[in-house]
């Protein structure tokens, strides 16, 4: 990925979040040591000052991303982040409909550390739209999805991708967890090749006030897939 301007969401005097693009390290990773970039280092290099990572998304998720500008602000998010008094609202593209809303409490394993015991985890969702289109992709005559509002309240990595396939409804785009028959159809039919999972909203207390930061702006191939004609909106008004 080129080095590009990031778009900044939000700033001030203490913290600086980002709306991070598909494909971009959070950080330089031992795993992604051939990757010559990465959002901490660009972003540095950007507003030419000290940024500090308080919690992270996968490389190829995009959304909201948050850094603090000192390292006291650093301490005190990411504490928030540990016990859990972040909001954190996602947007997925998964195979099948989904119920109207659930719950999925299922540990999860962590797929660099296979041996060690799995952790408790939490998600919520809620479905905002479904679609059915008249292609066969797999042994059905049409084939159908959802786009989803997901809501993890751990934070586990990898969370949201492993219950969205522990319910059978697995991210579009997943090379990990998902179905290569359906990413491959998303490829040709939207040109699109990404995960089709992003962090939209994000929402902390910043010295004493709740402050919610939003990511509303898509890349192109996410947007190609979310504006088809075809979505039948479930609740509330069209993204």
Known sequence: MPTLEL???YRDQFIIAINKPAGLLVHRSTIDF?????ALDQLKAQIKAEVFPVHRLDKPTSGVLLFALNRDDAASISEQFRHQ????HYLAVVRGHTEAQGTIDNPVRDRDAPEKPRKDATTSYT??????LAVEVDRYPSSR????DVVP???RRHQIRQHMKHISHPII???SYGKSIHNKFFSS?????RLLLHAQRLTLNHRGTDCTIEASDYDQSFHRVIKHRDWVWTRGTKL
């Open 173 to 175: 785009g997943d090379t």
């Open 85 to 88: 008094k972040i909001s954190k």
């Open 145 to 148: 999805y959802s786009l989803v």
């Open 153 to 155: 309240t751990t934070g």
């Open 34 to 38: 051939h990757e010559p970039h990465n």
């Open 7 to 9: 778009e900044i969401l």
């Open 127 to 132: 479905t905002l739209a479904h679609i059915e």
């Open 189 to 193: 039919q939207f040109a699109c090749q």
